[in-house]
């Protein structure tokens, strides 16, 4: 199973999860339990919701399309580059 890494919640039941998602959890476990539920309801209602391209706000239509922009010209940043800055900026631990 490589790249993926056995995850137990629930000492019961075995998700496996790939390096990046067990990544993503481990800085997620490291925010504060606010920030938590701040994030978890917001991905909840990504994922319930039927979210459209004409459902976002202006400023965030505005930031995808620079994102996008961004890329085109090569200015991109390796994942693991801003995995390391969040990690460092926000004192979270790398898996």
């Known amino acids: 199973m490589s790249g ?15 390096t990046a ?17 701040d994030l978890l309801s917001q991905l909840s209602e990504t994922v ?3 979210i459209s391209f ?5 400023e965030d239509v505005a930031a995808i399309e620079e994102g996008i922009a961004q890329a085109e010209r090569g200015e991109v940043v390796d ?3 801003v995995l390391d ?8 631990p790398r898996a």
């Open 21 to 37: 998602q067990a990544q993503i959890y481990e800085l997620f476990k490291a925010l504060p339990i606010e920030d938590q539920r």
């Open 79 to 81: 994942a693991d580059e």
């Open 54 to 58: 004409d459902d976002l706000r202006v």
């Open 4 to 18: 993926v890494w056995p995850y137990r919640a629930n000492p019961a039941k075995v998700v496996a999860m790939t």
């Open 85 to 92: 800055r969040i990690a460092a900026r926000y004192n979270f």
């Open 48 to 50: 319930e919701g039927d």
